[in-house]
């Protein structure tokens, strides 16, 4: 995977988080009965995975990753677009740093999961898991926003803007 790629990933879901934006607090919060139950708890988490796996296992630059269910409660959508936003500098220094060596196995323990015993995954493994865990989540919230009477953007890759992406 290269730059550009994730450049398309971050244009999709910048779509996504101004739609999200303006939600009221109570519809980014509202629970559902599948998922991560509120939109608000799925973004946490979405951007949640690329911090575990690409800024604590890989990166080895945080050893608690995750926010507790009470911190997530208290988050509003700027802080949000703020862990989405050191999620994209794990995934540019994942990109730089692993160049050379991106299909080599890392192994270890999980830093944010006590007695998760050794795992083995290689960087390129763990970032195509951190996009794909993010597209499956962002289609569960395009569910909660229709249950909750919006139209979601189009976030489709192939639907984006004619014009290159930010570098």
């Known amino acids: 995977m290269e730059k550009l790629e994730y450049e398309w990933v971050k244009q999709a879901r910048q779509t996504f988080l101004e739609q999200c934006r303006e939600l009221s607090e109570g519809d980014l919060a509202k629970e559902f009965a599948f998922g991560f139950q509120s939109i608000r708890d799925s973004l ?8 575990a796996w690409l800024g604590s296992f890989v990166l080895s630059e945080t050893s608690s990753p995750l926010f507790t269910k009470e911190v997530i409660n208290t988050m509003q959508i700027d802080d949000i677009q703020h862990y989405f936003q050191q999620a994209d500098r794990y995934v540019e220094k994942v990109l730089k740093q692993f160049t050379d060596k991106f299909d080599e196995s890392i ?3 999980l830093a944010w ?9 290689t960087p390129c493994q763990l970032l195509v898991h951190s996009i794909t ?6 289609g569960q919230i395009v569910v909660m926003l229709r249950l909750l009477g919006h139209t979601p953007k189009n976030t489709d890759i192939l639907g984006l803007p004619e014009k290159e992406p930010s570098k």
């Open 113 to 121: 999961r006590a007695n998760s015993g050794l795992v083995r995954k």
């Open 107 to 109: 192994e270890k323990e």
């Open 133 to 138: 865990h993010e597209s499956h989540h962002k």
């Open 44 to 51: 946490v988490h979405m951007s949640g995975c690329y911090h």
